[in-house]
């Protein structure tokens, strides 16, 4: 016999049993399930000794979530986290490290540490898990021969892609490709999926500029091995102050939300404009505000006519919809709407980097459809809840020759397979809404934190789940997000002093309010 949880996500509480060899079907019902949360509330271990003894829950797919969050430790990281700390950092820098994860027994919303502190998680990791920890849908991805294959027959996939890759990448596009962009090219990560869309946009300006016809000279095929014009042209892209769009080299010209990114590394002389910074509350600051898109536009064309005077002209503008990494700054939807009427006057590309901002935490499917666009940005590249990195694009940034857009893997189709699960799951349990329900009961709960503590916390923005709020200093934030993993809720910085929710699109109204009252008790303590 197996038996299969029902899906806790979606609200079943049965257990559906299955008798080898047999038709027959039975199902438990919600008493047994009542009983497993009942030891869920006295700790994951002992709920673990009962899954072990129950014939009935061999084949349980994944633990339910708990009730709440559970600390045991008197300190976050605890000894086997500090003691695995230790032992990496004898093969590589591990400063950074918070905790060490145990990833088996996390599950849902809920993230649990080696030391068995079970976390309420809005951090998500950074932003990239979509549907929680060990999702019963995903964990049975690959609980077929098929599938499996896919998973350890990796393919050079523009060489030699399977099957079935044209018919997938076709049902990705019909599903989730942004309007208009009936062009996709799929990457290993965000960093590679920006570098390779800002070649794209070369490719298609030089185009453009050598005519439809026209073929590389001999003196640009030479010249640009010696990474010299006319084969290696002075273009530029214009990118913003606060920005991230990747550590490579090409995408790094482009991020400027902190030093350390940046440091030491030879980078390149491509325009930076001013990106919005509003004061809050935004209906009290409404003329201010719009001055300040007025300025940060004026900026933006007043860079690309002083480039194009240096003889570098710049072929496009790279923005994210709210700028993350560097503290989720927020630009009204006028904004971005003036934004792209420049490119189009200047005849340049606008690419939207949803790398953070896709894949429905915004309460929307592309952070970006929130702003009305009177027409596509030429390109959108996406990663992290997505699985994989990439980009969609108009036929037009299409490359006319082969290798020009390449590398070994071009993408992963084991990642194609969860994906395609994901945006079942999205559909299926109607997740936009979900994060618009949540979002509303978080945010509303802090812009009353805001009012109850004015002198810690301000300017809570955000759309959807996609929130964040500020400290008055970076050492308060800090302090906040360590006191929170105390009591149970995992959380990350963002920019100078803004503390960046994340939680997957299964947080639910519950788990809002879980997050509100923790993070009350700690700016009540503070």
């Known amino acids: ?10 609200g079943s509480s049965d257990i559906s049993c299955h008798f080898t060899n047999s038709p027959k079907r039975i199902h438990i019902k919600s008493k047994f399930l009542y009983s497993v949360k009942m030891h869920v509330a006295l700790g994951l271990n002992t709920f673990r000794a009962v899954t072990r003894a129950s014939g009935y829950v061999k084949y349980l797919t994944t633990l339910p979530e708990p009730q709440e969050p559970t600390i045991s430790t008197a300190s976050i990281p605890g000894p086997k986290s500090l003691e695995l700390k230790k032992k990496l950092n004898t093969m590589q820098l591990a400063d950074m490290v918070n905790f060490f994860v145990d990833y088996e027994s996390s599950t849902g919303n809920y993230l649990c540490d080696v030391d068995g502190n079970v976390m309420l998680d809005v951090y998500m990791q950074i932003s990239s898990i979509p549907l929680g920890y060990n999702h019963p849908r995903l964990l049975n991805v690959f ?40 062009n996709i090219t799929t990457m290993m990560c965000g960093s590679c999926a920006n570098e390779n869309a800002y070649k794209n946009i070369f490719i298609a300006y030089v185009r453009k500029k050598r005519g439809e016809e026209g073929n590389f000279t001999e003196e640009e095929m030479n010249s640009c091995m010696m990474n010299m014009p006319p084969g290696a042209p002075n273009l530029s892209l214009l990118s913003f102050q606060g920005s991230f769009h990747g550590r490579t080299m090409g995408a790094l010209a482009t991020t400027h939300s902190k030093y350390i990114h940046k440091i030491d590394f030879p980078s390149l002389d491509w325009p930076v404009a001013a990106f919005p ?22 900026q933006v064309e007043e860079l690309i006519e002083a480039y194009s005077k240096k003889d570098r002209p710049v072929a496009g503008i790279v923005v994210e919809p709210i700028q993350s990494e560097g503290g989720d ?59 994989l990195g990439g980009y969609f694009h108009t036929s037009e940034y299409r490359p006319r020759e082969t290798l020009r857009i390449f590398n070994t893997w071009m993408g992963d189709p084991a990642k194609i397979l969860l994906l395609e699960e994901i945006i079942n799951v999205i559909k299926e349990d109607q997740l936009l809404e979900q994060v618009q329900k949540s979002g509303k009961v978080l945010k509303t709960g802090l812009l009353q934190l805001e009012k109850e503590y004015p002198h810690l916390v301000n300017s809570t923005r955000g759309r959807g789940t996609f929130l964040a709020i500020d400290f008055e200093t970076p ?26 929710f994340r939680p997957a699109l299964t947080f639910k109204e519950k788990h809002a309010n879980i997050v509100l009252d923790r993070l009350r008790k700690v700016l009540y303590e503070t």
């Open 329 to 387: 700054n927020h630009a009204s939807p006028e904004f971005f709407q003036q934004l792209q009427y420049i490119t189009k006057k200047y005849d340049i590309s606008l690419l939207i980097d949803e790398v953070q901002t896709g894949g429905g935490c915004t309460g929307k499917f592309w952070c970006y459809e929130h702003f009305n666009l009177p027409s596509p940005p030429e390109i959108v590249t996406f990663s992290k809840k997505l699985q």
């Open 143 to 182: 609980n077929n021969d098929k599938n499996v294959k896919a998973l350890i027959n990796r393919p050079a996939l523009g060489f030699f892609p399977g099957k079935d890759w044209p018919v997938r990448l076709e049902n990705i596009l019909k599903q989730i490709a942004p309007k208009g962009l009936n």
């Open 1 to 10: 016999m197996q038996c299969t949880q029902g899906d806790q996500y979606g």
């Open 277 to 298: 910074n509003y004061k809050y509350p935004l209906e009290e600051n409404e003329r201010d505000n719009k001055e300040e898109d007025e300025k940060c536009l004026t």
């Open 475 to 500: 050492e308060l934030r800090d302090t906040v997000i360590a006191q929170l993993r105390k009591w149970g809720v995992h959380a990350g910085g963002c920019g100078k002093q803004s503390l960046r």
